[in-house]
């Protein structure tokens, strides 16, 4: 398995307080991505990072925003959760070598928004 | 931007018999076409992917399809075996991770597989 963690695994917050996720990689890999996987939606593009400082948002970027300050971490932070975003938010990353566009998946954060 | 239709949303077939998962896309740049295998309380893995200058890429039990005047791809299951229940993803990517669009995949909504013994 590709070297991803994600921390917390599992979080319970209320509506209106501000919660951090964070994925940590050990591949050195350049991009990072925040997916959010809802019943019937798939996974869906939350933000992602080509770089060092270097992010962008995908297409469920409103309530979210996302920090890297360095390789191997990529913070997502909702700055005042709602019940709309419960959810399991995926972390992914991916190398561009050779034209290799896999993305390696951690295990997952099941957050609930009370 | 791109929209990704996956169908069907289940499948279920007996062991041994194949199994198809459908997926089309709606822009026509779109040039890599991952399938992603979800198990149960974890992430998703590639299975397969298929770029646009190849029309079908078969590993073993796994084979995809791709039509690109259609818009369309498929994923074939051949010789199903009670392993392969999870649930599958397509997704469609507009270049490559070192182009202009980072590697971004646009995900269908899944297809939950049940293979019976």
């Known amino acids: 398995d590709a070297g991803i963690t994600q921390s917390p695994r599992h979080k319970v917050t209320e509506t209106g307080t501000p919660v951090t996720l964070r994925c940590h990689q050990t591949e050195n890999h350049r991009y990072m991505y925040w997916y959010r996987q809802d019943p019937g939606h798939g996974l869906r593009l939350i933000h992602y990072?080509?770089?060092?400082?270097?992010?962008d948002k995908g297409e469920v970027s409103d309530g979210y925003s996302v920090s890297r300050s360095k390789t191997e971490d990529f913070l997502l932070t909702l700055e005042s959760a709602t019940s709309s975003q419960t959810s399991v938010y995926f972390c992914?990353?991916?190398?561009?070598?050779?034209?290799?566009?896999?993305?390696?998946f951690g295990p997952g954060t099941r957050l609930t928004v009370l | 931007g791109e929209n990704v239709e996956q169908h069907p949303s289940t499948l279920s077939v007996q062991e041994g018999d194949s199994a198809v998962i459908k997926c089309t896309y709606s822009d026509s740049a779109s040039n890599y076409f991952p399938w992603y295998k979800q198990e149960l309380g974890k992430g998703p893995q590639l299975i397969i992917d298929?770029?646009?200058?190849?029309g079908e890429k078969k590993d073993q039990r796994i084979a995809v399809t791709l039509n690109k005047t259609a818009k369309h791809f498929s994923l074939h299951i051949t010789e199903t075996q009670p392993e392969d229940s999870a649930v599958y993803f397509c997704?469609?990517?507009?270049?490559?991770?070192?182009?202009?669009?980072?590697?971004?995949?646009?995900f269908g909504q899944g297809t939950i597989l049940t293979v019976h013994p």
């Open positions: 997704a469609a990517s507009g270049d490559e991770a070192g182009g202009t669009s980072y590697g971004k995949l646009t």
């Open positions: 992914a990353i991916s190398e561009a070598s050779g034209g290799n566009n896999e993305q390696f």
């Open positions: 298929i770029r646009s200058n190849v």
């Open positions: 990072s080509y770089g060092v400082k270097d992010t």
